[in-house]
C-alpha cells in the first residue's frame, strides 16, 4: 500500500489561516523572490519582527529552500516562544527535509498550545506516519475529524495509516469520504485503487485509477498502476495502452517497458515483447524479473537456449531464487537435458522440501527418464501438501499410461479433469485412451468439450472423427476430418483416415487419392508403439499468477 500522506498548512478553516499564508498561495516563485527581498530589507530595519520572519520562512519554504527557513522559525521562535504558527511551519519545514522525529516536537508544542486546532492534529498523525507509529496516526486523525469532519486530508490520512495497518476495507471508506469531500483530490483516488487492489477488487482499482489520471494527465503514477492492474484483468489491449501513454511521458521507464513487454507476450506478440524487455534490461541491467519475462517468451518462440541463457544471468544475481530455478529447469526439460533439469529441481528441493513446482516439475522430469517409481514418489508427497492440484493427477496419469496401465491413467485423468473442467491436455489424452480402449462413446465426451475448448485444434476434429467412424457414423466422421484437414492440411493421419472412411462409403477413387496423400505426408498409425499422441506437458508454475 502505498503510503503517501499529506502534510499540509495553511488549509483549515478561513479564521485559522493567516493573511500573509493566504497571500503566499498566490504567488508564483518570481512573486516570491520579491517578497523575499522586500522581507530582507523589512528585517535589516527591525530584526526582531517576528510576523516578518514566518513570513520570510514560508516564501522561501515555498521556493524550496525549507533550510533556510528553519533558521527564520527558529529566531521567531527564540523570540516568541509561545508562537503557534512558527512551530507549525517549522514543522512543515521538518518534514519537507524527511526530519519526522524533529517535525513531531514542534507539533507536539502546537498542540499544547492549541489543542483544538484540526489541522495541526492532522498534520502531526502525519509525522507519526511518517515514523510508523501508524496508532497514534490513528489517533490524531480521529481527534482532527471530530473538530472537522470536513477535511478531506484528514480523512486521506487516517486511510493511508489504515492501509498501512493491513486493514484496506477501512482504508476504502476512509479515501471515499475523502473523495465525497473533494471530487478532485486525485492522491485519494489513486490509494483507494491500491486499496482496492488488495482486497482483489481489481475493476474498481482500475476505475479509481482511471480516475486519478483523469484529474491529473500529466501523472504516470495512476496510469502506470491502471496497467498492471489490468494485466491482472487479463486486459491485455487495455494494458498496452496504458503503458504506450506512460512510456510516451517518460520514455525510459523500465518498469512500464517490462510490463508492456508482459501484455505484449500475452498477446502472443512474442518478438515485440522481447523488444521491451530488451530496452527495459538496457535501463536496469541484471533485473531478474525482466530476465524472467524475457526468457519465457523466448520458450514461447522455441527459443530454448535463449531462454536458458536468460535464467543463467538471473540466477547469477539471485543463486537461492526457486521460481528462477525451476523455470531453467523447465527449460532443459524442453532441451532434453533432463538430468541437468533434476539438478535445478534437486536444488529447490534442498532448500524447500515442499516446494510444489519442483515437485511437480521434478514428478515428470522423471517420468521422462523413465524413472516411474521417484516419479510416484513426488506425485504422492504433492497428493499430500497439493491435493487440489489437477496436474498432480495429469502427471499421474501420463505415468501411468507410459507404465503400461491406461485404465488407471484413465482414472488419474479424470481427477484432473474434475478439478480443472477446461485442462485441455487431461481431456485429449483421456479422449485418445478411450479410442485406444474401444470406447468411442466416452471419447466422443471429451473430444465435444476439446473442440468447444479448442475449436482450433485439428486433432480434436481428427479423434473425434476416428470415434464416430467406430460408431460406424461415417458421414459425421467425413466431416469431421474434413475440418481437420482444412486446419492443419499436412498432417497425414487426417487423410489416411478420411480415406477409410470413404472406403466404408464407397467413394474408392476418394479414398485413393487421400492414401496417397497420406503416404506422401508420411502417415503413421493413431496411436504408434511409442503413444505419442499422449500429451505430456510439464508445467512452468502451478502457483504460477500475473505479476502486479
Known amino acids: 500500500m502505498n503510503e503517501e500522506h499529506i502534510e499540509r498548512e495553511g488549509q483549515g478553516p478561513p479564521e485559522d489561516r493567516d493573511e500573509f499564508r493566504r497571500m503566499m498561495d498566490s504567488l508564483d516563485p518570481h512573486e516570491l523572490r520579491a517578497s523575499v527581498e522586500r522581507l530582507d530589507t523589512a528585517l535589516e530595519a527591525d530584526p526582531d519582527d517576528v510576523s516578518a520572519l514566518i513570513e ?60 483544538g486546532h484540526a489541522l495541526t492534529l492532522c498534520n502531526r498523525g502525519a509525522a507519526f506516519v511518517a515514523l510508523g507509529d501508524l496508532s497514534r496516526a490513528i489517533e490524531d ?93 487479463d486486459d491485455d489491449e487495455g494494458a498496452v495502452r496504458d ?28 518478438d515485440d515483447a522481447i523488444g521491451d524487455f530488451d530496452s527495459s534490461l538496457r535501463l536496469d541491467p541484471g533485473n531478474v524479473r525482466t530476465l524472467a519475462s524475457r526468457a519465457l517468451a523466448h520458450a514461447k518462440l522455441g527459443r530454448y537456449d535463449s531462454e536458458i541463457e536468460d535464467y543463467n544471468i538471473a540466477i547469477e544475481t539471485d543463486p537461492g531464487n526457486a521460481e528462477l530455478l525451476c523455470g531453467r529447469g523447465n527449460a532443459r526439460m524442453r532441451l532434453g537435458r533432463i538430468g541437468e533439469a533434476i539438478e535445478d529441481f534437486n536444488t529447490v528441493l534442498a532448500a524447500d522440501p515442499d516446494n510444489v513446482d519442483a515437485l511437480c516439475a521434478r514428478g515428470f522430469a522423471h517420468m521422462e527418464m523413465g524413472e516411474y517409481e521417484e516419479a510416484f514418489r513426488d506425485y504422492d ?24 496401465e491406461p485404465r488407471r491413467a484413465v482414472e488419474e485423468f479424470g481427477r484432473s479433469i474434475a478439478l480443472d473442467p477446461d485442462n485441455v491436455h487431461a ?62 492440411p499436412d498432417d ?42 499422449i500429451i505430456v506437458v510439464a508445467p512452468g508454475s502451478m502457483s504460477e499468477k500475473k505479476e502486479s
Open 492 to 533: 497425414p493421419e487426417s487423410y489416411n483416415q478420411r480415406g477409410l472412411v470413404r472406403t466404408k462409403l464407397g467413394d474408392h477413387q476418394g479414398a485413393r487419392e487421400d492414401f496417397e496423400q497420406a503416404a506422401q505426408l508420411g502417415a503413421r498409425g493413431f496411436i504408434d508403439g511409442a503413444g505419442n499422441l
Open 141 to 233: 486523525f480521529d481527534a482532527a475529524i471530530g473538530l472537522d469532519d470536513g477535511d478531506a486530508g484528514a480523512y486521506y490520512n487516517r486511510g493511508c495509516a489504515h492501509a498501512a495497518l493491513g486493514d484496506p476495507g477501512r482504508a476504502v471508506e476512509d479515501f471515499g469520504r475523502a473523495i465525497a469531500i473533494n471530487p478532485g483530490m486525485a492522491a485519494a483516488y489513486h490509494n483507494r485503487g491500491i486499496a482496492y487492489g488488495v482486497i482483489g477488487d481489481s475493476e474498481r482499482a482500475v476505475a479509481d485509477f482511471d480516475a486519478a489520471t483523469e484529474i491529473e494527465p500529466l501523472s504516470n503514477l495512476s496510469r502506470h498502476s491502471a496497467g498492471v492492474m489490468r494485466l491482472k484483468l
Open 427 to 488: 481431456l485429449r489424452n483421456r479422449a485418445v485412451l478411450h479410442v485406444d480402449l474401444n470406447e468411442p462413446e466416452k471419447a466422443l465426451g471429451d473430444l465435444d468439450k476439446l473442440v468447444f475448448l479448442s475449436p482450433d485444434d485439428a486433432f480434436a476434429y481428427q479423434a473425434r472423427g476416428i470415434a464416430l467412424a467406430d460408431l460406424g457414423r461415417y458421414d459425421d466422421a467425413l466431416r469431421e476430418f474434413n475440418a481437420a484437414i482444412s486446419l492443419d
Open 56 to 115: 520570510r520562512g514560508v516564501a522561501r519554504s515555498d521556493l524550496g529552500d525549507d533550510r533556510r527557513a528553519l533558521d527564520d522559525y527558529g529566531r521567531a521562535i527564540r523570540l516568541e516562544p509561545g508562537n503557534v504558527t512558527a512551530h507549525r511551519r517549522r514543522a512543515h519545514s521538518h518534514m519537507q527535509l524527511g526530519e519526522h522525529r524533529l517535525a513531531l516536537e514542534d507539533y507536539d508544542v502546537a498542540v499544547s498550545l492549541e489543542p
Open 381 to 404: 508427497r504433492l497428493i499430500e501438501i497439493a491435493p487440489d492440484q489437477s496436474v498432480v493427477y495429469y502427471g499421474r496419469g501420463c505415468a501411468y499410461y507410459y507404465m503400461g
Open 243 to 270: 503503458f504506450d501513454a506512460v512510456l510516451g511521458l517518460d520514455p525510459d521507464n523500465a518498469g512500464a517497458l517490462r510490463y508492456r513487454g508482459m501484455a505484449l507476450s500475452n498477446l502472443g506478440r512474442y
